[in-house]
């Protein structure tokens, strides 16, 4: 089953939030807010502090998209503590706006899908979950690729616009405030009308 367009499989594990053990249990965001859920190899290392610190300096964003981000490794809650409590100068976090997740028994991983297996750590994947528990949508990065806070943002900002506008669809590239797509032949030409004219004044 592809995980995309269904529930997503729920967890409660513990976390590092705030300089303490927290537990967060996946279904206790549902009803409530989107959930960015992504997953990286293990703490200390080196493409995953730009990523882990991107979304946390844009938390304020997310926010005020009513959406939660949770990070997740395999790595235990006291590796999750001291990479917080390790400046960004010498390759630790600092203080986190969100919570970092210890999948020590691997099963958040294996249960979505980015476990690899000789390694037992996961691969970067990226999940987009909304408000119902359902994902939306699916990133998943070999190592040695980070993400883009700026791509997810996007995808997260045209699926609520979707959400709230069941009628439309979102095109390529589509940011708020550009036009959006009605998934149908006749009015989709509207859209390519006014696009090309748009192009037009532009040349």
């Known amino acids: 089953m592809p995980l995309v367009g269904n529930k997503a499989p729920d967890f409660e594990a513990e976390a590092v939030f ?4 927290i537990k967060v249990k996946l279904s206790d965001y549902i009803g409530k807010k989107y959930v960015i859920l992504f997953f990286y190899p293990l703490d200390f290392t080196f493409v995953s502090p730009t990523e882990i610190t991107a979304f946390s300096d844009r938390h304020s964003e997310f926010e005020k998209l009513n959406t939660e981000v949770l990070g997740v490794s395999v790595d235990s809650v006291f590796s ?10 010498s390759g630790g976090l600092g203080d986190l706006n969100y919570p970092l997740i210890s999948d020590v028994t691997k099963s958040i991983s294996k249960s979505f899908g980015v476990l690899i297996h000789d390694q037992g750590i996961a691969l970067r994947g ?7 528990g359902v994902i939306q949508h699916s990133t998943i990065n070999n190592l040695g690729i980070g993400r883009s806070v700026d791509e997810t943002m996007r995808t997260l900002q045209a699926l609520q616009y979707i959400q709230e506008n069941p009628d439309e669809v979102c095109p390529a590239g589509w940011k708020p405030g550009e036009k ?18 748009h ?5």
């Open 80 to 89: 999750h503590l001291a990479w917080v409590q390790t400046d960004r100068k």
């Open 126 to 132: 990226l999940f987009i979950i909304d408000k119902e």
């Open 180 to 197: 959006s797509m009605k998934p149908d032949p006749k009015l989709s030409k509207e859209y390519f009308s006014a696009i090309l004219e």
């Open 199 to 203: 192009h037009h004044h532009h040349h």
């Open 18 to 21: 705030d300089q303490e053990f």
